[in-house]
């Protein structure tokens, strides 16, 4: 469904600063994460720029790709039950630890300080690590400011991701930021997700990156309050899983 409060194209473009300050003040949320990940997986490290190596886990094989970026304050685990289930479908899932996260025991620690501006950088590393795995086709997935750090990402030349899915991505946060600049550059395939009901603004959010990004494109405004990957272990993680696997069949089949 769209968003319910239509707005036009000016319109969405003035709502970004008032949303950028309002994820700024808002902190992500986070429902409880899985102890430890699936015994198929393997837990991987690689390098990212500034010379820090960073912790992840790969689950399952194949040609296609995921990278799953975490959001704010959580972690790779966040993603492991979605990284299963994508590995179930045939897909290779990367989830990982932005530079500076440390969990610690199966869930990793990455080096480096928290540097938010930056870790697109860490998902530019984690797209070049799929693909030294044999992956020749990348999707990018994230979550919150892992999401924003994706489109980001997906802006850098010579990137060439196939298609990204952004859950509750803000415009931006703090030193990360998606401007009309950055999304005109992302020709990959692009799903925008929020809750209606996400206190932090996601939807708003969510309508605005699409008004400035260029085709393919959709948006998906779903009746939940939750934020990031909580929307994929809330009321409406069924529909939006359904639908996610089914956007990656159109862009990127496994």
Known sequence: ???????TARQKL?????IATTVLAAGCGGR???SAPSEDSRAVSFAAPGGVRLAGRLFGEGRVGV???HMYPAD??????FAERLAEDGYMALTFDFRG?????VAG????????GRIWQDVVAAIEFLRSQGATTVVLMGASMGATASLVAAAQQGVGVSAIVSLSAPVSFEGLTATAEVLARVTAAKFFV???GDPNGAADAAEALYAQSPQPKRVEILPADDHGTDLLEGSQSGILQTKILDYLQVYAPA
């Open 32 to 34: 409880d994460t899985p």
């Open 67 to 69: 990278v799953l970026s």
């Open 14 to 18: 003035l709502l970004l600063p008032v």
């Open 1 to 7: 469904m769209r968003g319910a409060r239509p707005r």
């Open 109 to 116: 620690c990455s080096e480096g300080e928290k540097e938010i």
């Open 194 to 196: 929020a809750g209606v």
């Open 101 to 105: 996260y440390c969990p610690g025991g």
């Open 76 to 81: 790779q685990r966040s993603w492991w039950r």
